[in-house]
């Protein structure tokens, strides 16, 4: 069936530079992406979420980008910091509220 | 109240046992849902409730038996488990928006079955 998956299963980056996060997407009628972050032994922690009818959205230190045409979504993280570090998600949301996730990529802030 | 509470936070049983999984919100959120979650995976829908009624199963074996008594609860029961069904098990909630919003999850019951 259509799924989400992501690229790039481990990405290592250095305290204080930025962090690119990327997720393609092939159910075309999902019309709602969010980006969770996971920590060891907890839940999903929403971090930012987008519409289909955006193409660009901006949080605190966090950038979602859209791409419509080529099914890809991305997360971008400024000045990445230990806190950062986890395995992050993206999840699409298609009918009846079903809310299917990506295979995950962690990240890892090197001090 | 931003919190979705799931209890026990740890459960070990036998294959012959029952329990149960609860989770509880007062967000006022109308959907409700069960995922399960192997170490380094994503979380796995498996039942989805919107308005307490069971809008989406994924297919889950049936000795998983979710129940939504009321808008603020769900469980899900456990009934001969298999030692593959060991697992992080996630409830989240969400409103009900047409375009989607957001889920919370809590921070899960890792179920252990010897």
């Known amino acids: 069936g259509e799924s989400v998956g992501l690229h790039l299963p481990t990405l290592s980056v250095q305290e204080g530079d930025n962090s690119i996060i990327n997720c393609a997407y092939s159910n075309s009628a999902s019309d709602y992406f969010i980006w969770y972050k996971q920590e060891s032994g907890k839940g999903p922690q929403f971090i930012i979420d987008?519409?289909?009818?955006?193409d660009k959205r901006q949080g605190q230190r966090v950038t979602v980008l859209l791409n419509k045409t080529v099914k890809h979504l991305s997360l971008q993280i400024a000045a990445t910091q230990p806190g950062d570090s986890a395995v992050y998600f993206c999840a699409e949301r298609g009918g009846n509220n079903r809310l299917a996730f990506g295979k995950g990529n962690q990240v890892v802030v090197i001090p | 109240d931003t919190e979705v509470t799931q209890t026990p936070k740890h459960l070990v049983m036998g294959m012959t046992n029952k329990k149960s999984l609860k989770c509880e919100q007062h967000?006022?959120?109308?959907?409700m849902y069960w995922y399960k979650q192997k170490a380094k995976k994503p979380p796995e829908l498996m039942f989805v409730?919107?308005?307490?009624?069971?809008?989406i199963n994924e297919s889950v074996p049936s000795r998983f038996s979710p129940e939504c008594p009321n808008s603020s609860l769900l469980n899900l029961h456990l009934h001969a488990l298999q030692p593959e069904d060991s697992a992080l098990y996630l409830c989240a909630s969400s409103q009900v928006l047409q375009g989607g919003t957001e889920a919370f999850f809590g921070q899960g019951t890792r179920l252990t079955v010897v």
């Open positions: 409730y919107s308005y307490e009624k069971l809008s």
């Open positions: 967000m006022g959120h109308r959907a």
């Open positions: 987008i519409r289909s009818n955006m």
